[in-house]
């Protein structure tokens, strides 16, 4: 349609979102449908969440907030940042948004010109490099290997900088891949963007409970050389078991965060009233309530990696973070059953959805086209029947 913006004509849709659409309305229509496309813990939000937002409602939390949200809801976060990762923002630079993902388009619109370039290393969450375009900036997505954990080496982003560079994202841990940075390789990382004081960090930790590898959590933040260009984003959503609820904040710079403030008085003024008085109860627990939820991810992750790793020619490296699997499933490229032959991930998770009921997200979306990102936050039982389900329809290719 000639009349459509360029800007949302070359926008591409999300594909986690699209396949999940996929899988619902299939379910809706009668078909058992095991869908492990989304992101999204299978646990209730936890009771006492639940009933700070009963009380909101009786107590008349029904208008407009401050911009940035309620002030306590600022300071609570203040407290965990100090707390749990040893960082001192204050209430005044921090901001609350309608999830995660409204806070890190907050912080490129505030960031990026027009032509200015984003530093995506990838594989990459699906919505970064077009968050980066709708902003009017240009994505440099920069490969990682499988073989090096999926993290980018200092080597690599010293040679993607370049006069118009002016943002790096980073995800730990790393949806899709599950790869979790450690603080010795994030101050390797800020001995280069030290050299380069134009660039700023937009550091997406929202993924920060679900960690495997017993080690403090390491944030950009932390790091003396590229603290003040840092942009924290964190937000309840996969901790707590609060997708729904769209609870995101950021933390950073007074006049970074006075600028997303701005912006977000413009487009969506605030996030939820209510549900930021859930977030606060979720906030001011600590980490009280999801220690359940942590050990069914890890029991999770073992269950689904023995079973993936049971498949013939499926390599898949063991994330240390997030919840989903990231296997190169490429060994079937050029392989058909009664039908023509898949030729990359768009095809197979196709054929999975459509032979083995299961539904996977194409690892085109993130970047890598030999890989499928498969989500282990679903129950067990559900778990199983997927793998064993795609290993069924996966021995028919031939």
């Known amino acids: 349609m000639e009349q459509l913006s360029a800007r949302v004509r070359g926008l591409s849709p999300s594909g986690t979102i699209a396949m999940n659409q996929r899988a619902r309305a299939l379910r809706e229509s009668g078909v058992d449908v095991i869908d492990l496309t989304v992101g999204e813990p299978d646990f209730p939000t936890p009771q006492a969440v639940r009933e700070a937002a009963k009380a909101a409602i009786d107590e008349g939390h029904n208008r407009y907030t401050p911009v940035a949200g309620y002030n306590d809801l600022r300071e609570a976060v203040s407290r965990k940042l100090a707390r749990e990762n040893g960082l001192s923002y204050p209430a005044a630079r921090v901001m609350a ?23 995506v290393p990838s594989p ?11 902003a009017d900036g240009r994505p440099v997505s920069l ?41 010795a390789e994030l101050e390797a990382l800020a001995l280069v963007l030290e050299r380069h004081p134009r660039v700023w960090v937009i550091s997406d930790e929202v993924y920060e409970h679900i960690d495997y590898t017993g ?43 006075k600028a997303c403030i701005d912006l977000q008085g413009q487009m969506t003024t605030n996030a939820s009233s209510i549900a930021q008085r859930a977030a606060l109860a979720a906030l001011e627990s600590g980490t009280a309530l999801i220690g359940g939820m942590q050990a069914a991810f890890r029991r999770r992750r073992e269950l689904v990696m023995g079973l993936a790793r049971a498949l013939p020619g499926v ?37 999975l959805l459509e032979d ?34 795609i290993g069924e329809s996966l021995a028919r290719l031939r």
């Open 356 to 389: 083995a009921r299961v539904a996977t997200v194409p690892g085109s979306a993130f970047g890598d086209d030999r890989c499928l990102r498969i989500s282990f936050a679903s129950a067990d039982e559900r778990l199983q029947a997927a793998l064993g389900r």
């Open 215 to 257: 080690l403090p959590h390491a944030s950009p933040a932390s790091i003396a050389g590229i603290a003040e260009r840092t942009v924290l984003v964190n937000g309840v959503s996969k901790a707590y078991a609060m997708t729904g609820w769209r609870i995101g904040y950021l933390a950073g710079a007074a006049p970074l965060v």
């Open 97 to 119: 948004s309608a999830g995660a993902k409204q806070c890190v388009s907050n912080a490129l619109l505030a960031l990026v010109d027009p032509g200015d370039e984003v530093i």
């Open 143 to 183: 490969p990682t290997l499988a073989s090096e954990g999926y993290k980018l080496r200092p080597e690599a982003l010293e040679s993607a900088i370049g006069e118009r560079t002016k943002a790096l994202i980073l995800c730990s841990p790393c949806n899709p891949t599950g790869a979790v940075y450690s603080r």
């Open 315 to 351: 390599e898949t490296l063991e994330p240390q973070g997030a919840f989903y699997i990231f296997p190169d499933m490429s060994a079937y490229f050029g392989k058909s059953a009664g039908r023509s032959a898949v030729r990359g991930s768009s095809e197979l998770a196709e054929y």
């Open 124 to 134: 990459h969450w699906v919505s970064y490099t077009e968050l980066v375009k709708l």
